[in-house]
């Protein structure tokens, strides 16, 4: 109402974790690899989080939002803490993934 999306954002995060946690038990298991996982993270979660995103007037605090959401569902998924202190980078060359930055920027271009 007020030209503000930060409601949206919110609810496009929760709706993430969301089917994050449907799929818990595939991606749990430590005999399913991380790269699998992964791919079901790219087709199944991080497009649910974007949708919508390509009329999204976008902030700076908007996208930190995402990507700290991302990045905690990849550390979930990698059975990590921040206490592991492994760096953003290399828990995304495990599982394969590419920052939700550039995902945001392509959703709003295409």
């Known amino acids: 109402m007020n030209g503000e ?9 929760e709706a993430g974790w969301t089917q994050l946690r449907l799929a818990s038990d595939v991606l749990c298991d430590k005999n399913v690899p991380l790269k699998l996982k992964g ?3 790219k087709v199944v979660v991080r497009p649910t989080m974007l949708y919508g995103a390509e009329c999204w007037p976008v902030k700076k605090s908007h996208v930190q939002q995402m990507k700290v959401a ?3 569902m990849l550390r979930w998924m990698c ?7 492994i760096m953003n980078e290399v828990i995304r060359d495990k599982v394969g993934v ?3 930055e ?4 392509e959703e709003r271009l295409k």
């Open 102 to 105: 550039e995902k945001m920027r």
């Open 5 to 13: 999306i930060d409601e949206d954002v919110t609810h496009c995060i």
């Open 98 to 100: 590419a920052p939700m």
């Open 79 to 85: 059975e990590h803490t921040r206490l592991d202190r």
């Open 70 to 72: 991302e990045m905690r």
């Open 39 to 41: 791919k079901f993270y």
